[in-house]
């Protein structure tokens, strides 16, 4: 890759590499995350190191990856420059790298035509993202990376369920009253635990995985067929619906009225013999669909455990409650939330692989930042730009609902 260089005409306007204007290197900045419970940082030093090999100007905000355990002397002897507060981190930043979305109060400390790149999430944080627009900030958003094969190395809501998949099993397993696998003993033999997964996607694959390296017996469901090859090949056991609900960009779509009443019969029997249940079942952008009511719930046995991967969106189980954990009837009911920040060391080094892999798009053959964002990989992740909201949904929520 070539050195990356931006230059600033008399009209204070970024291009890339102009001819007879100053070129500087290119500054990446990463802030400290300060989302309560956030522990992930948006960059490692093997990342940091291919930065700037490439010519790339890296600072970090001092301690941004302590919690992550990626201490500022790492960052530094991969050639980043540790600083010690957001305002010297910001200032001729033209690239920002976060985990969370920006508050208003960092939006307020960006240069125009400074781009932002993390999850956004977008429908809960509008103050913010008016503000970028107004203050001509590019921001693009990483949920709304199309799922496509060259995409794959970006597609940082995959890196981060596997994440959260796997806590989940861990969560489940230790919330559990029970051994999880089969045990010969002097004192007889114990039972394997029964593990049921709903939800097959990249966080239910990943808890299937482990439950079963846990020695569990693992079932699982998933309104796409599709799904139950890569279940199988886990080594657990696909329950069958004959019902085929394959959406869009790899999602399920909604079912009909008489597909619920038959997946809520069959899912309910399941859910009252399993030990533990993970629900993953969600839908970008809207309410997560009810997998398990309270009547269900009141048929599970005592210390049964439910881990809602869903609870951010208003959960998979009916008794869900984000970010608390609750029992009803003897049943164990977890709302986790941000489970990948459970594991920081390993998600932020994902998360870092993913924003590398991200910013090569935007960098032209003759290693400036490209000046127009025709990939359909930028098109579609990019939120606001140029003082406009080109994300349609997120522009219909700032206008109160009206297109």
């Known amino acids: 890759m070539s050195t990356p260089v931006i230059a600033q005409d008399d009209k204070g306007i970024i291009t890339a590499g102009s001819e007879g204007l ?10 400290k995350e300060l989302t309560p419970g956030e522990q992930r940082v948006a960059t490692v030093p093997e990342v940091v190191q291919n930065l700037t090999r490439s010519g790339y100007e890296v600072r970090i905000e001092h301690n941004a990856g302590t919690d992550a355990y990626y201490p500022d002397d790492l960052f530094i002897a991969a050639g980043a420059k540790i600083v010690s507060g957001r305002a010297e981190l910001l200032n001729g930043a033209r690239i920002v790298l976060r985990v969370q979305p920006p ?5 307020d400390q960006l240069a125009e035509g400074t781009i932002v790149i993390g999850f956004m999430n977008p429908a809960n944080n509008l103050e913010a993202i008016a503000r970028m627009r107004d203050r001509k900030v590019t921001a693009f958003a990483l949920e709304f990376v199309p799922r496509i094969t060259r995409a794959q190395s970006m597609d940082a809501l995959s890196s981060q369920a596997m994440a959260g998949g796997y806590v989940a099993a861990i969560l489940g397993a230790d919330n559990c009253p029970k051994f999880l696998p089969m045990l010969m003993t002097a004192a007889g033999t114990i039972r394997p635990a029964t593990v049921l997964i709903l939800g097959a996607g990249v966080a239910g694959l990943m808890a299937i995985a482990t439950a079963k390296r846990l020695g569990a017996i693992v079932l699982a469901y998933d309104v796409r067929r599709a799904a139950g090859e890569q279940v199988r090949s886990l080594g657990a056991k696909f329950l069958e619906l004959e019902i085929n609900a394959e959406g869009q960009g790899g999602y399920a779509r909604e079912l009909t009225p008489e597909e619920k009443e038959k997946e809520q019969q069959m899912v309910s ?23 398990i009511t309270k009547e269900t719930v009141a048929t599970m046995h005592p210390g049964a455990v439910i881990i809602d991967l869903a609870a951010e969106t208003g959960g998979n189980c009916e008794l869900t409650q984000a970010g608390k954990t609750v029992k009803e009837h003897g049943v164990t009911i977890i709302g986790p939330q941000n489970l990948p920040a459970r594991v920081p060391f390993h998600s932020s080094q994902m998360y870092a692989k993913n924003l590398q892999s991200f910013l090569a798009l935007l960098v032209n053959k003759n290693g400036g930042i490209v000046r127009e964002f025709t990939d359909e990989i930028l098109v579609a992740s990019l939120l606001v730009h140029a003082g406009t909201v080109r994300h349609g949904p997120t522009r219909d929520l700032l206008n109160g609902g009206k297109p």
Request: glycine share 2%.
């Open 269 to 291: 029997a399941a859910v009252a013999r399993a030990d533990i249940v993970i629900t993953t079942a969600a839908i970008p952008g809207r309410k997560a669909p009810v997998l």
């Open 103 to 107: 508050t208003p109060a960092d939006v």
């Open 22 to 31: 100053t070129a500087m290197p290119v500054v990446i900045a990463i802030p």
